[in-house]
């Protein structure tokens, strides 16, 4: 499975940016699709995920302020990022799994918050 992620860049605080991350290869149903972060000194974090069906798990910190969905004929995920916060820079990683497997993992792009 290859994951490729497209969006990250540089932002002021208040602004948006969307991210999106195409997975290809050997793509099975049903599965979850999501993004992590990790900030510099920190572990890696969950900041949303998204099933096939549409149910959605939300980091506390990220709720009200990102939306994730899905295309599930393109096997690609997006994360729609409003009100960005210094504290949301981070390099944010695609991830995909099958129900109980491991995740497969993107490159990261780097989401840059400016104060």
């Known amino acids: 499975v290859q994951l490729q992620a497209f969006g990250g860049g540089l932002v002021q605080a208040g602004g948006s940016l969307r991210l999106s991350c195409a997975a290809s290869g050997s793509i099975f149903s049903p599965n979850v699709m999501g993004w992590y972060r990790q900030a510099p000194g920190k572990q890696r974090d969950l900041v949303a995920i998204?099933?096939?069906?549409?149910?959605?798990n939300y980091a506390d910190s990220v709720k009200g302020r990102f939306t994730i969905s899905r295309d599930n004929a393109k096997n690609t995920v997006y994360l729609q990022m409003n009100s960005l916060k210094p504290e949301d820079t981070a390099v944010y990683y695609c991830?995909?799994?099958?129900?109980?497997?491991?995740?497969?993992w993107g490159k990261g792009t780097l989401v840059t918050v400016s104060s």
């Open positions: 991830a995909y799994r099958v129900f109980n497997t491991g995740y497969y």
């Open positions: 998204i099933t096939t069906g549409g149910s959605t």
